[in-house]
C-alpha cells in the first residue's frame, strides 16, 4: 500500500463515528508506545508497536511484521505499567518497503487501557 493509501485508510478510521459506532466510544489519535506479544506459547514473539488512533474498543497499531486475522495478543507496558489481551482485527502493508503494517486490534475487555485522564463522555457508554 503506498503512502497516500494509508493516509487516507487513517483518515477514514480517525473519522466522526455515525450513531451506530458512537456506542463503541470516539476514535482518538495517541501514539502510545507499546509492546506487542503473543501469548501462545508455540509461536512466541515480542515487538515494540506505536498506537495511533485508541478507544475503549480496540486500536490502529503500527507494527513491523504482519499478523493474521484472528491472532491473540498481549499488550504489555501501557500506561500506569497494566497489560492488556486483544485480538488482530484487520492488518495492512502502510508503506512501499514491507517495513510497516498497521493493524487493527479489539481488546478482549473494553476499557480506557490508554491511560486517557479525560476521556470522551462516549467511552464510559457500551464498555
Known sequence: MRSREAGALILNMHSRPNKSEARRGTRIKQEIPVLVTNPDPAHPFSEPGLTLLVNPQGCAIRLGHPLSIGTAVRLEQLPGGRGAGARVVNCIQIDD?????????????????????????????GT
Do not use: H, R, T
Open 97 to 125: 518497503y514491507k517495513q510497516f503494517w498497521l493493524l487493527g486490534l479489539a481488546l478482549d475487555e473494553p476499557g480506557n487501557v490508554w491511560g486517557i485522564e479525560a476521556p470522551p463522555e462516549d467511552w464510559s457508554l
